[in-house]
């Protein structure tokens, strides 16, 4: 089994920074690649980007990229997300997945385990 706990998430102007944390525990070989993703009010849960453990290969989603950048501590077994020059679009809660896929992952149920998920709120 997998857990995974978010945190960083809280309250930030547009144009500001926020940086979210995921711990990681458990089998290793069922989380091959970490996710994040985000779900706002009335709308699906959409992917932000992805990151694998073994070699760190990251993608983006197009409406973040060149603004967020998703990173790993393999010692530590932390993913982190690192959100500057936020919007007001970018308000959501943002959830930390793992896959086991050896594959590419950018859909919801291609991810095995979910945290519990940390509110971001980006003013204007």
């Known amino acids: 089994q997998v857990q995974l706990v978010e945190s960083g998430g809280g309250l930030v102007q547009a144009g500001g920074s926020l940086r979210l944390s995921c711990a990681a525990s458990g089998r290793t070989f069922s989380r091959n690649n970490m996710g994040w993703f985000r779900q706002a009010p009335g709308k699906e849960r959409e992917f932000v980007a992805t990151i694998s453990w073994a070699a760190g290969m990251t993608y983006y989603a197009a409406s973040v990229k060149g603004r967020f950048t998703i990173s790993r501590d393999n010692a530590k077994n932390t993913v982190y997300l690192q959100m500057n020059g936020l919007k007001p679009e970018d308000t959501a809660v943002y959830y930390c997945?793992?896959?086991?896929?050896?594959?590419?992952?950018?859909?919801?149920?291609?991810?095995?385990?979910w945290g519990q998920g940390t509110q971001v709120t980006v003013s204007s």
């Open positions: 997945a793992a896959s086991s896929s050896q594959y590419p992952a950018v859909a919801p149920r291609e991810y095995d385990y």
